[in-house]
Each structure stands twice: as structure tokens, then as C-alpha cells.
């Protein structure tokens, strides 16, 4: 049986911490709904449904050639280790 949900009308939220809120929930890509509900979870030290886009992060990948050959130097295989 599903948890039963309630609904909350909250009045008086300060200008700046409505702009905060809204800010962050676009960051998250989510809803300020769920946003709020992601917060009231955790505040109350329940465990919220971690839902995080990586929209953010599209378009910001930036080639590293010196992290490439590290990388390539890790995935090389010591043949003389697995005899």
C-alpha cells in the first residue's frame, strides 16, 4: 500500500529565498515541488529519491590529452604480471 501523501500550503517565503529555491531546482532540472519535497526529506533525515540530472554538465566535456595517455597507461597490460 502506498504511502499516503499530504499537501502543504506554505506562506511568507522571503523574496530571496523563493529566487534560491526556483534557481536550484533549475539546476536539478526538476520541478520546485520536487525540489521542496527532495529538502523537507532530508531535513527531517529521511533518505530523498536521488533523481540528479547531468544536464548541467552537457556540452562542458573538454578533450585533456594528458588525462587520455594516463588513462591508456593504466589500461595497458603487464604481460609479465599474469603468468
Known amino acids: 500500500m ?3 501523501k499530504i499537501q502543504y500550503t506554505i506562506r511568507g517565503i522571503p523574496e ?3 529566487l534560491a529555491l526556483r534557481r536550484r531546482s533549475r539546476e536539478r ?3 520546485l515541488n520536487q525540489l521542496l ?3 523537507l526529506t532530508e ?3 529521511g533518505e530523498p529519491k536521488t533523481r540528479r540530472s547531468l544536464k548541467p ?3 562542458k566535456w573538454q578533450d585533456d590529452p594528458e588525462f587520455d595517455r594516463i588513462l591508456e597507461e593504466q589500461r ?3 604481460q609479465e ?3
Do not use: H, N
Open 37 to 39: 519535497v527532495e529538502e
Open 76 to 78: 595497458r597490460i603487464d
Open 57 to 59: 554538465l552537457l556540452g
Open 29 to 31: 532540472g526538476i520541478s
Open 2 to 4: 502506498p504511502a499516503r
Open 16 to 18: 530571496e529565498v523563493d
Open 43 to 45: 531535513a527531517t533525515g
Open 81 to 83: 604480471m599474469w603468468r
